[in-house]
C-alpha cells in the first residue's frame, strides 16, 4: 500500500473518533473540526517523505490533544467546562480512545437514520423535547413520534451492539 494510502486509510477511520475526542475538551463543534484538519495536517506534514509510526493512532490523538491546548492557551475559548490546568495533565489513555470511537459510531449511525427519523429521534434525544412538543412542531402525530424513536433505537441497537458486545447507550442523554 502505498504512503499516501496508507495515510488516507487512517484518516478517514479515524476523522470523526478524533473529533469525538476533541469536543469532549474544547465542547465546540467548529473548533474541533478545524482541531482535527490541523492535526492530520500537521502528522502528514512530518510523515510525507517518512514511514509513519507504528503507532500512528496514538500519535493522531496526542497531536490533536496538544493542538487543543495550544488553541485554548491562545485564548480562542474563554468558557471551558474543564480547567486548562487539567486539561494539560490529562493523558491520552485507551478508555478516552474507546469513548470517543464508541461516540463517532453512534454518530455515524445516527446519521444514516432515515431523514424524518433521525430528525424526531434528534429533537428527543439530543434537544430533551416530548413527543407531544416533537409532533406539534414537525406537524405529526404522537403516534408517529414514538414509532420513529422505536424505529430508530431498534436500528441502532442491531448496528451497534454486535461490534462491541456491550449496552448501548447514548452520551447526550
Known amino acids: 500500500m502505498s504512503h499516501e494510502k496508507e495515510f488516507e486509510t487512517y484518516f478517514n477511520r479515524y476523522y470523526t473518533s478524533i473529533g469525538m475526542y476533541v469536543m469532549r475538551i474544547c465542547?465546540?463543534?467548529e473548533e474541533s473540526e478545524d482541531i482535527v484538519q490541523e492535526t492530520f495536517s500537521t502528522?502528514?506534514?512530518?510523515?510525507?517523505?517518512?514511514?509513519?509510526?507504528?503507532?500512528?493512532?496514538s500519535y493522531l490523538y496526542r497531536t490533536a490533544h496538544n493542538i487543543t491546548i495550544d488553541r485554548i492557551r491562545?485564548?480562542?475559548?474563554?468558557?471551558?467546562?474543564?480547567?486548562?490546568?487539567e486539561i494539560c495533565q490529562m493523558e491520552v489513555t485507551e478508555e478516552a480512545i474507546d469513548t470517543s470511537e464508541r461516540d463517532a459510531r453512534l454518530w455515524i449511525a445516527i446519521g444514516k437514520l432515515p431523514e424524518r427519523c433521525r430528525q424526531v429521534f434528534l429533537l428527543s434525544k439530543r434537544d430533551?423535547?416530548?413527543?407531544?412538543?416533537?409532533?406539534?412542531?414537525l406537524g405529526?402525530?404522537?403516534?408517529?413520534?414514538?414509532?420513529?424513536?422505536?424505529?430508530?433505537?431498534?436500528?441502532?441497537r442491531e448496528v451497534l451492539e454486535p461490534s462491541k458486545g456491550k449496552v448501548f447507550f447514548l452520551p447526550f442523554l
Open 128 to 137: 430533551g423535547m416530548t413527543h407531544a412538543e416533537i409532533a406539534k412542531e
Open 74 to 85: 491562545s485564548g480562542y475559548k474563554k468558557d471551558m467546562k474543564v480547567p486548562l490546568e
Open 140 to 156: 405529526i402525530s404522537v403516534k408517529t413520534v414514538e414509532n420513529q424513536i422505536t424505529k430508530a433505537f431498534k436500528y441502532l
Open 27 to 29: 465542547d465546540d463543534v
Open 43 to 57: 502528522v502528514w506534514e512530518k510523515f510525507a517523505d517518512k514511514e509513519l509510526p507504528i503507532h500512528l493512532k
